[in-house]
């Protein structure tokens, strides 16, 4: 099991397309994907429960993966959330 923390930066949190943008990501790995927000554990490959975890600009959460490709799902996810989704700052 690998875990991180990181901080979601883009400007408007984890509303429809990145939390579409995360879960795309994180289905591409056999390895479980889910992150910690405050005291919910959200999986990460349900666009429902990331959008029901009411993530917000300057939340931190706990990115938790476990199996064979563990390491290289949790580098992927965190890539996607440190790129901001792939929104530009305006």
């Known amino acids: ?10 400007r408007t ?3 429809l397309k990145p939390a579409g943008l995360l879960c795309n ?9 889910s992150f910690q927000f405050g005291t919910t554990n959200v999986n990460a490959k349900s ?4 959008l029901a975890a009411c993530v917000k600009s300057g939340d931190e959460i706990e990115f938790i993966c476990d199996g064979p490709d563990e390491a ?3 580098a992927a996810v965190v890539a996607v959330v440190r790129n901001n ?5 305006e």
Do not use: C
């Not at 990501?25 to 994907?33: G, P, T």
């Not at 666009?47 to 990331?50: F, G, H």
């Open 13 to 15: 949190g984890l509303h």
């Open 47 to 50: 666009v429902l429960s990331v």
């Open 72 to 74: 290289e799902a949790l």
């Open 85 to 89: 989704f792939g929104e530009k700052d």
């Open 1 to 10: 099991m690998v875990r991180e923390k990181i901080k979601v930066t883009n």
């Open 25 to 33: 990501e994180a289905i591409k790995y056999k390895a479980s994907v």
